[in-house]
Structures are given as structure tokens and as C-alpha cells.
Nanobody, 127 residues
Framework: QVQLVESGGGLVQAGGSLNLSCAGS????????MGWFRQAPGKEREFVAA????????YYANSVKGRFTISRDNAKNTMYLQMNSLKPEDTAVYYC????????????????????WGLGTQVTVSS
């Protein structure tokens, strides 16, 4: 089993920054591809960013490209999401997820592809 715990959320003004962390524990979590998703009230969970096990491949949703940066430190079993130039529409609960399967490379945007999930951290951006 893999346990994931998000942290770093909070309230920030538009234009501000936050850095989310996702700490993993359990079997081989540092060998898994990982991703960030978010869910706003009344909306479906959506893809934000993803990173392969080594960090050599990263992907972003168009809505965050150029503003958010995903990274990971496998020695610390931790993944990060640096969020800059935040907008009110970025307000959501942010979830991290991990996927041990090779199908991730073609399905990294798909919620159902991920096997392990954290409980989420709230990000609120005020206008």
C-alpha cells in the first residue's frame, strides 16, 4: 500500500503563489508516476499536472501551463506543485495521486488511471 498526504494549501490573493507538497510512504512510492488533480465545488475532478517516476517527463493542463511547475524529490518521497500567478479559478481541493502502471504514459490525464490518492488540500484564491 502507498499512503499520500498533501500539504501547503491555504488562502492567497490573486497573483500570489503557493507550493503544495505530497509526501508518500509505503512500498516503492518513489518508483511510481504521480499527478496532481483538482476539484472545485460542483465540478468534476480534473487533471492539473503529472510527472513520471524519474522526473524526466512532465505534463500540464493548458489552464496551468506556464504558471505551475511539478517536480519530485525521490530521496524524500515527495512531489511538489509550485503554483504562481494564481487566479480565482484555481480555487479547488488539490489531490495528489500515484500510479505504478505503464499505462500511465498514455493515460496520465485520466482520473481513473491512478491507483493511490491523498485526501486533498484546499487552495482558495481571492480576487
Amino acid at each position: 500500500q502507498v499512503q499520500l498526504v498533501e500539504s501547503g494549501g491555504g488562502l492567497v490573493q490573486a497573483g500570489g503563489s503557493l507550493n503544495l507538497s505530497c509526501a508518500g510512504s509505503g512500498r516503492s512510492s518513489s518508483n511510481y508516476a504521480m499527478g496532481w488533480f483538482r476539484q472545485a465545488p460542483g465540478k468534476e475532478r480534473e487533471f492539473v499536472a503529472a510527472i513520471n517516476w524519474s522526473g524526466s517527463m512532465t505534463y500540464y493542463a493548458n489552464s496551468v501551463k506556464g504558471r505551475f511547475t511539478i517536480s519530485r524529490d525521490n530521496a524524500k518521497n515527495t512531489m511538489y506543485l509550485q503554483m504562481n500567478s494564481l487566479k480565482p479559478e484555481d480555487t479547488a481541493v488539490y489531490y495528489c495521486a500515484a500510479d505504478p502502471r505503464s499505462t500511465w504514459y498514455t493515460r496520465y490525464r485520466v482520473v481513473d488511471e491512478y491507483v493511490y490518492w491523498g485526501l486533498g488540500t484546499q487552495v482558495t484564491v481571492s480576487s
